[in-house]
């Protein structure tokens, strides 16, 4: 297919607005949708590093798809950025964990297309990485270290990061980044995913997906 000169200066235009801030409103660049030229043409340059285009709402979104495109968050971002100023490669492994158990709950265990429930309470979360927890907990230490080995994952230091928590109760907007418990590390991975536009806070305590956490 041939490109015209207009189309690629207009194609890296829609581009280089969603490389500065990972996505933008549809309407800002209805060419993506309208034209099938310039929409080759963006998803050509994503593809260069190693990016996908997602639509999803109102929104058009470049998510990067390999650790090695310059839009990935490396794991020293993530702890630089996101996470207490202490925080080591544990912390954003146990973060991974939580936040696939978040969407679990969302998809009914992972085996549904669409979300089964429209919005989960923070304690119900709490809950969920609670009893995963304790499963891990009933699985002698050998076999998790065998386990370990097979799916290359810390799980003996999730268990121990986990359990030297706070099991504190109270209202999670109380629990900052710098309380040593559960709900406060809930409430780090909880902006974390705000940030991300992935989830959002409805109020009470209760959070929802957005529709870019849903494509």
């Not at 109102?58 to 630089?80: G, L, R, W």
Request: net charge negative; glycine share 4%.
């Amino acid at each position: 297919m041939e490109f015209k000169n207009k189309e690629i200066m207009e194609a890296f235009n829609i581009y280089s607005k969603l490389a500065l801030k990972g996505y933008e409103d549809s309407d800002e660049i209805r060419l993506y949708n309208t034209d099938d030229k310039v929409r080759e043409l963006v998803d050509g340059f994503a593809h260069e590093v190693q990016c996908t285009i997602i639509l999803a709402g109102e929104y058009i979104y470049m998510v990067p798809i390999a650790t090695t495109s310059p839009f990935h968050i490396s794991n020293e971002e993530m702890k630089k950025r996101h996470l207490p100023s202490k925080a080591v490669n544990l912390d954003i492994y146990l973060m991974y964990l939580t936040i696939i158990i978040l969407f679990g709950e969302f998809y009914d265990s992972y085996q549904s297309l669409e979300p089964t429930r429209d919005f989960l309470p923070i304690y119900k979360w709490l809950e969920s990485v609670n009893t995963y927890i304790e499963t891990l907990n009933e699985i002698d230490k050998e076999e998790l270290k065998s386990l370990e080995k097979e799916y290359e994952y810390n799980w003996i230091g999730i268990l121990e990061k986990w359990n030297a928590m706070d099991d504190l109760r109270e209202n999670v907007k109380s629990q900052n980044a710098r309380t040593n418990s559960r709900l406060g590390f809930l409430s780090t991975v909880k902006r974390f995913l705000e940030s991300q536009d992935l989830i959002i806070d409805i109020g009470n305590d209760e959070i929802e997906l957005t529709e870019k956490s849903k494509v």
